[in-house]
């Protein structure tokens, strides 16, 4: 069965100090990436995706991401992350489930604090 | 449009008690599916439907049933309460997942078993 790891579980970060989340991945086919993010209190809403072409792609607020096919990775970077960026941040894969249906698989999620 | 909408927010049940929870969306999306969020281990995957009269399992379907009888709404029904349940459930819903469509959560049901 597919599955979708995040490494890091919590990460902890001063303002304007680099970003980068790991997601990896366990899929053969072709997959759609995703990045979500829940702000606290809030529900989750999409930071970014990926389905083809360049595999650097820009999200919101400043995030992007790299598709590494052949490390079946798709990490999470900002160059700069500020205090309202603490928020839980998911990877998620659309793949094909056993019954021969897609839906998506999500990570186990990424805590980020800012401090500022 | 009011996007995706969950109700009730908060529940608390005591073992063994039966509830429905609610989920509605007023997008036309043919794909929508349930969630559980527990800490450390994300969100996953209980029911899902790719349209009206079609459901299928998850990673984790056990004590749960679902259907979808019309396109807008999909209830989650809990038949005897464990307080193995006790999470956050989250409602999504997407016009498809062909390529990448966007996935629309609810804002959550938070739900105690005791």
């Known amino acids: 069965a597919q599955s979708v790891s995040q490494h890091n579980h919590h990460v902890i970060l001063s303002e304007a100090a680099s970003l980068e989340l790991g997601c990896n991945y366990s899929?053969?086919?072709?997959?759609?990436l995703f990045w979500y993010v829940q702000y606290p209190g809030q529900h989750l809403q999409l930071l970014l995706k990926?389905?083809?072409?360049?595999?650097l792609v820009k999200g919101i607020k400043g995030f992007e991401a790299e598709f590494i096919k052949s490390k079946f990775s798709f990490n999470l970077r900002k160059p700069s992350v500020q205090w309202s960026d603490t928020a839980e941040y998911f990877c998620?894969?659309?793949?094909?489930?056993?019954?021969?249906?897609?839906?998506?698989?999500f990570g186990s999620g990424t805590r980020l604090q800012v401090q500022p | 449009n009011a996007g995706v909408t969950q109700t009730p927010k908060f529940q608390v049940l005591k073992t063994g008690q039966s509830m429905t929870l609610q989920c509605a969306q007023d997008?036309?999306?043919?794909?929508m599916s349930w969630y559980r969020q527990d800490p450390g281990m994300g969100l996953r995957l209980i029911h899902y439907?790719?349209?009206?009269?079609?459901?299928d399992q998850g990673e984790v379907p056990n004590g749960y049933n679902v259907s979808r009888s019309t396109t807008e709404d999909f209830p989650l029904r809990l038949l005897s309460a464990a307080p193995s349940q006790t999470s956050v459930y989250f409602c999504?819903?997407?016009?498809?997942?062909?390529?990448?469509?966007?996935?629309?959560f609810g804002p959550g049901t938070r739900l105690t078993v005791l």
């Open positions: 999504a819903s997407s016009y498809s997942l062909v390529g990448t469509d966007t996935q629309y």
């Open positions: 990926y389905f083809s072409g360049d595999p």
């Open positions: 998620a894969v659309n793949a094909l489930m056993d019954t021969g249906r897609r839906a998506l698989t």
């Open positions: 899929y053969g086919g072709t997959v759609n």
């Open positions: 439907s790719v349209g009206a009269g079609i459901t």
């Open positions: 997008m036309n999306h043919e794909y």
